[in-house]
């Protein structure tokens, strides 16, 4: 989650025109495996905690969000997912990584209140029930 300027520039460097906005019907949720934490040592496989944060449409729901322009760049399945043995990104029983959720939570909450209460009311695990208030 790029929720400061800083964290988007690192993953993106040529970031222009960083704001805050509200995206309604979609919810955020921990669903996808991050090859990311791999490379980092901070996955815990055994206990499938791998995952990042997405987005998908859900009538009702609303997000603060944080908006960029980036320059668009190619990727090979292969060089992000495959060489850690990821055989399936979009997944329903996986966790969030932890060392990243709890990056996510600081996040937020250095941006601004609502973007905090936001995320932990309207960010869900992979099972789609579970927030993270809960």
Same mark, same amino acid.
């Given at each position: =989650?790029?929720?400061?300027?800083?964290?988007?520039?690192?993953?993106?460097?040529?970031? #222009?025109?960083?704001?805050?906005?509200?995206? +309604?019907?979609?919810?955020? =949720?921990? &669903?996808?495996?991050a090859?990311? *934490?791999?490379?980092?040592? !901070? &996955?815990?496989?055994? $206990?499938?905690?791998?995952?990042?944060?997405?987005?998908?449409?859900?009538?009702g729901?609303?997000?603060?969000? $944080?908006? *960029?322009? !980036?320059?668009?760049?190619?990727? !090979?399945?292969?060089?992000?997912?495959?060489? *850690?043995?990821?055989?399936?990104?979009?997944?329903?029983?996986?966790?969030?990584?932890? #060392?990243?959720?709890?990056?996510?939570?600081?996040?937020?909450? +250095?941006? =601004? +209140?609502? &973007?905090?209460?936001?995320?932990?009311?309207? $960010?869900?695990? &992979?099972?789609?029930? $579970?927030?993270?208030?809960?």
């Amino acid at each position: =989650m790029l929720c400061c300027e800083r964290s988007a520039r690192s993953t993106f460097p040529d970031v #222009v025109s960083f704001g805050v906005a509200k995206l +309604n019907g979609f919810r955020r =949720m921990f &669903a996808h495996v991050a090859p990311i *934490f791999f490379e980092r040592g !901070i &996955a815990k496989p055994e $206990t499938k905690e791998i995952s990042s944060l997405s987005v998908e449409p859900c009538e009702g729901e609303s997000l603060v969000i $944080t908006v *960029f322009e !980036i320059k668009k760049s190619e990727e !090979i399945y292969h060089e992000r997912y495959g060489r *850690f043995g990821i055989d399936k990104i979009w997944r329903d029983d996986v966790l969030p990584c932890r #060392v990243y959720c709890r990056h996510c939570v600081l996040a937020t909450k +250095n941006l =601004m +209140n609502e &973007a905090y209460d936001n995320f932990l009311d309207h $960010t869900y695990l &992979a099972d789609r029930k $579970t927030t993270l208030t809960k």
